[in-house]
């Protein structure tokens, strides 16, 4: 069985630009969380998605969105990229609401020069 | 503000040996807890947990203890085999809020031959 999938494993972006990273859920899980980890620093929570609704949000700027398809693939955005957005984004899919049950996907690794 | 702690960025242990792993937290509304794992370019996997109402779980290798009076808790793992050198991330969750996790920065375990 796959595994919760991210795409693209690694990119490198100019300080402004805009990005979308992408997380494709196990089958059967309904929910999806995203969750930035910067370089020495544990994850912190952006999203949570579940039924393509937004069920939680961290405490990250408006420039960060996201939302989640039928399918229950899910995609984060990013605008107006800043140098400090350099991070790991880390994926998570679940059966159900909350913090039970989680698989992390590989990961994300934006550079923003 | 840290809610959680992991004082330790590394730990080096002999093969066979016992491996405790600390993480102290601030926040007394967290009621649930967890510690996962990472190895390098892959994402975290979950560990284990422990609920505020136990001061033990226990699971293999693998053994968490929660203090909540000290709002401490350690994971034991005896024997350390080679395969767990990597990175232990300790992880909290709050009462009412179960869409996210917090997370400490992480302790990384180096089991040496």
């Known amino acids: 069985d796959a595994g919760v999938t991210q795409s693209p494993t690694h990119l490198i972006k100019t300080r402004g630009q805009h990005v979308t990273l992408r997380c494709s859920p196990i089958?059967?899980?309904?929910?999806v969380s995203w969750y930035q980890q910067v370089l020495g620093q544990g994850p912190q929570f952006i999203f949570q998605?579940?039924?393509?609704?937004?069920?939680g949000r961290g405490n990250f700027p408006d420039r960060f969105s996201a939302r989640q398809f039928p399918n229950y693939s899910s995609e984060l955005n990013v605008n107006a990229l800043l140098l400090g957005d350099s991070a790991l984004y880390l994926c998570?899919?679940?059966?159900?609401?909350?913090?039970?049950?989680?698989?992390f996907g590989s990961g994300t690794r934006l550079t923003v020069v | 503000d840290q809610q959680v702690k992991q004082n330790s960025p590394s730990l080096s242990v002999q093969e066979g040996r016992i491996s405790i792993l600390n993480c102290d937290y601030t926040?007394?509304?967290?009621?649930?807890f967890l510690w996962y794992k990472k190895y390098p370019a892959e994402g975290p996997t979950f560990l284990i947990s422990?609920?505020?109402i136990k001061d033990k779980n226990e699971d293999g290798r693998f053994t968490v203890f929660l203090n909540k009076s000290a709002k401490h808790l350690s994971l034991h793992i005896v024997p350390s085999q080679p395969g767990d050198s990597a990175v232990y991330f300790c992880?909290?969750?709050?009462?009412?809020?179960?869409?996210?996790?917090?997370w400490g920065a992480g302790t990384k375990l180096i089991i040496k031959p």
């Open positions: 992880a909290a969750s709050e009462l009412g809020s179960n869409y996210q996790l917090i």
């Open positions: 926040n007394s509304m967290f009621d649930y």
């Open positions: 422990i609920s505020s």
């Open positions: 089958s059967g899980h309904k929910s």
């Open positions: 998605y579940y039924e393509k609704e937004e069920r």
């Open positions: 998570a899919s679940s059966g159900g609401t909350g913090i039970y049950g989680y698989t």
